[in-house]
């Protein structure tokens, strides 16, 4: 047989290089997953500037002290900014300059109040075109009014007033305030007209003498900026640094570039030790899938997993970092369990480590982490090898709790950093972890089901249950053939587990394989009551055989209505696989008078295909055994094996297994199984020697005949 399996796997090759290429798409994509969605030791890399708006709370993920750079720097310029203006001292020239324009003014006016030839309408024009002064009408008046000796003491006194507020610190912004003095220096012995005249000409003049220094104000405020002491910034582990919907601060920024939580520029240091990780994980998974050729050549699978495996990364990579619980929330355990659902248990395994190490990469505690995704992962796995009932998903689910548990107890116990609380809520996080493992299992199991057409353990064990109703029209309208199919269910599962086939895709197919038979149960001799008239016998053999072969395609349109999974439907089509009617066709060959060629042997055979595997081989070999053993009832143990024999032989005879990859060895571990599952059946007697007197001799008592009986 495994010649035949050979030439099978030429007509349907997968080579390596389909095998190679997959990984390598898998690996470009791992390396860009994590080139894209980088972390770093502490946290994860957040592409946030000034003014962006936080969308999550993000945590400090150690204890951190630094000196802030951005706190120290707005403290300086507070302090900066607290520093007044600074201003030169006065400048004498300004004053000199001051009192040589009022002493010039004052030669203008004597020399207006001099003019005898001007009228006093002319005189007052003049002193109003002064433009250094703007005197009011009533104070031109005053002045021309002016006897010569009071004009003297005001002229003086102006002079001598202007020089006594020159003298002092005159800056821009108190000009006013000096020019409010003046009347206080006015002489007391001038009349009231003539001190307001000498306040109003002294007034008129007054300048700043202290002007703005830029360089001294400067300085002063670098001497205000150095005496400001660093400020200091700290976090603890687990400390909000920046709460969900804060408007992004410089303050905040450089928290989180202290952290190494910005997303910096990736060197190529970083690119090759990302590619290099990735290599040395995807080569370990290239040679687990070399030496299972099984796994290599099912391209459905490996895209399947290839696919779950980097959607779980990017999860991960997305979820996981710059958090303190929540690594250990995110489910990567639920991969594994997914992979040995849907593929291989022995798979799920060795791709679980790939997945924790590259999960774990650049994390905060990425070592505690690694371990903790692959212990929980492996747990998993293992507690599900058995997959016959949904609890068992969920004692799975169990595992990955109880292990995850245990490493952060191993790991966390001893961290002085780490009070109950934190210890609690890590171990309630392993907890989630496991339920969510399990739930989400079952939800992708369900799904990737339906979308790829796979049969899941899980849909094996509901179509299964008596209670289906395909199951149930089968029994209330074709009886037999229901028991039939229980038969054959049985014999073929007890094959199925010796030769390590699959023991309930073998069982759950055997009980469909005839479906169709429920539509027209009273053509089938199994559903037929003894000595009731056959309905065969008024049908032509023609007719005879399409209703026979159709019970075929029947099932098939009830495989899709009741919705059964597509390995079900192979059942039903490969069971007969290309063999004849021979009763029919036997008939037919007889009616044409014994010449075959006049008989069209396409209308006596089933449509096949072949069985393309071997679970539904062991069901085409069931059948025809149990129905032959039901027509005959051997009731010895050699006829039941030569029986069994003559059936796998025909078969064997007419390529009805070429297909398959069953071996020699196969062959005769099924032969001994029908036969050991037949025996138990029908009770075949076990033949003793013929009866024998045996005297038993006693010394107290007479001999006695004991005839032993045949026992069945």
Do not use: C
Request: net charge negative.
């Amino acid at each position: 047989m495994s010649s035949s399996s050979k030439k099978s796997r030429k007509r349907n090759p997968i080579s390596r290089s389909i095998l190679g290429i997959i990984l390598l798409v898998a690996a470009a994509a791992a390396t860009f997953i994590i080139l894209v969605i980088p972390v770093s030791g502490d946290g994860t890399e957040l592409g946030l500037g000034i003014g962006d708006v936080a969308t999550q709370d993000i945590l400090a993920p150690r204890a951190l002290s630094y000196e802030s750079e951005v706190l120290t720097e707005a403290k300086q310029e507070e302090a900066a900014q607290s520093v007044s203006p600074q201003y030169a001292s006065p400048d004498t020239s300004i004053a000199r300059l001051q009192v040589n324009q009022l002493r010039n003014v004052l030669a203008f006016i004597n020399s207006v109040r001099a003019d005898t030839y001007a009228t006093a309408e002319q005189q007052a024009a003049d002193l109003t075109a002064i433009q250094t002064i703007n005197l009011s009408p009533e104070s031109i008046e005053a002045l021309l009014g002016l006897s010569d000796t009071a004009w003297q003491a005001v002229q003086q006194e102006s002079i001598s007033v202007l020089e006594q507020v020159m003298r002092g610190t005159i800056r821009e912004d108190r000009l006013e305030d000096a020019r409010r003095t003046i009347p206080a220096l006015v002489s007391l012995s001038l009349p009231e007209a003539q001190a307001e005249l000498v306040a109003e000409l002294a007034a008129a003049f007054v300048a700043p003498n202290s002007l703005y220094s830029e360089e001294l104000t400067e300085t002063q405020k670098e001497n205000a900026r150095q005496s400001v002491a660093p400020i200091t910034q700290s976090f603890v582990a687990g400390e909000t640094v920046v709460p969900r919907g804060h408007v992004i601060s410089a303050s905040d920024l450089e928290a989180l570039q202290q952290f190494g939580l910005l997303q910096p520029e990736t060197s190529w240091k970083d690119t090759t030790a990302i590619a290099t990780l990735v290599v040395i994980n995807f080569a370990f998974i290239a040679l687990y899938f070399i030496q299972r050729p099984d796994l290599r050549e099912n391209t459905l699978s490996l895209i399947l997993m290839a696919t779950v495996f980097l959607l779980f990364l990017i999860g991960a990579r997305l979820v996981t970092p710059n958090r303190t619980v929540v690594p250990y929330m995110f489910p990567v355990a639920g991969f594994g369990m997914l992979i040995a659902a849907l593929v291989s248990s022995r798979a799920a395994l060795i791709l679980s480590i790939p997945l924790a190490i590259l999960t774990g990469y650049g994390l905060v505690n990425s070592y505690e982490l690694t371990l903790f995704y692959m212990f929980t992962s492996a747990f998993g796995v293992l507690m599900l090898r058995n997959i016959h009932r949904l609890l068992n998903f969920f004692w799975a689910g169990f595992g990955v709790m109880v292990s995850g548990a245990l490493v952060i107890l191993a790991f966390r116990l001893s961290d002085p950093l780490l009070d109950a609380v934190g210890v609690l809520q890590l171990l309630a996080a392993a907890a989630f972890n496991g339920l969510a493992a399990a739930s989400l299992t079952i939800l992708l199991q369900f799904l990737l089901a339906q979308v790829l057409g796979l049969t899941t353990t899980l849909q094996l064990v509901e179509i299964s249950r008596p209670d289906h109703p395909l199951l149930q029209s089968l029994l209330r309208n074709a009886p037999g053939t229901y028991q039939h199919s229980l038969q054959i269910a049985n014999l073929a599962e007890q094959a199925a587990e010796r030769i390590g086939a699959d023991t309930l895709l073998t069982r759950v197919g055997a009980l469909y394989h005839d479906a169709g038979k429920v539509l027209y149960p009273q053509y089938f001799i199994e559903n037929q009551v003894p000595g009731s008239r056959n309905p065969h016998d008024e049908l032509s053999p023609e007719e005879s055989a399409a209703i026979i072969i159709q019970h075929v395609t029947d099932g098939i349109d009830l495989a899709k209505k009741y919705r059964l999974p597509k390995r079900i439907h192979d059942f039903i089509l490969e069971h007969h696989g290309t063999m004849m009617t021979s009763y029919q066709y036997h008939n037919a060959v007889k009616a044409a008078d014994g010449d075959a060629q006049k008989v069209d042997t396409s209308l006596f055979t089933y449509p096949g295909p072949r069985p393309q595997s071997r679970e539904t081989a062991l069901v085409m070999l069931a059948d025809g055994v149990e129905a032959r053993a039901r027509a005959e009832r051997p009731d010895t143990e050699e006829k039941v094996q030569t029986l069994v024999k003559e059936i796998v032989d025909f078969r064997l005879q007419r390529n009805q297994l070429v297909d398959t990859d069953l071996t020699m060895k196969n062959i005769d571990e099924i032969i001994a199984s029908f036969t050991n599952t037949l025996r138990g059946v029908y009770h075949p007697r076990i033949k003793y020697p013929s009866s024998q007197t045996v005297t038993l001799r006693s010394q107290s008592a007479p001999t006695a005949p004991v005839q032993t009986e045949e026992v069945s």
